[in-house]
């Protein structure tokens, strides 16, 4: 008798890594500390990584990086606007006398607000697609896009 049966091997890639990194990036708007954990094994998981894991790791290692930055711009913009503010109130002010504000949002300001929203989309954004695919077990589709 012949043994007719055919043996298949299947890989099961693990995405436990790249799903509990993406519940960190979302913790990390309550507790910052977490998306920097969250980053380092982003960053640690890429070397023995299979190719869905690695396009997830990809994939947010990029979304802490370029978020970083533009947190780091918009924060930049909005102590800049504070420093020029200070160092004019402590310019312009004789004794006793009160320093005014001009009314209304400065329209610096208005430029850093709206970076920091638009970073906190464009993270929830990212991550929230990200958690659907890697639940899906599929690989990121773009994971070197700066988009969604």
Not at 116 to 142: D, E, Q, S
Request: proline share 6%; aromatic share 12%.
């Amino acid at each position: 008798m012949t043994d007719t049966t055919a043996h298949v091997t299947v890989t099961v890639e693990i995405l436990t890594v790249p799903t509990i990194v993406y519940v960190l990036y979302g913790l990390g708007f309550f507790f910052a500390p977490l998306a920097l954990v969250g980053v380092i094994m982003a960053h640690t998981g890429m070397a023995n990584a299979g190719p869905i894991a690695l396009s997830h790791f990809s994939y947010q290692a990029r979304t802490f990086w370029f978020g970083l930055v533009t947190l780091i711009v918009a924060g930049m913009i909005g102590v800049s606007y504070l420093v020029v503010n200070f160092a004019a109130m402590m310019a312009e002010t004789p004794a006793g006398d009160e320093f005014l504000m001009p009314e209304g949002a400065p329209p610096v300001l208005i430029v850093s607000g709206a970076l920091f929203l638009w970073w906190i989309v464009w993270t929830l954004v990212r991550c929230i697609k990200g958690l659907v695919t890697v639940l899906a077990r599929k690989a990121m589709p773009k994971p070197t896009t700066l988009l969604w």
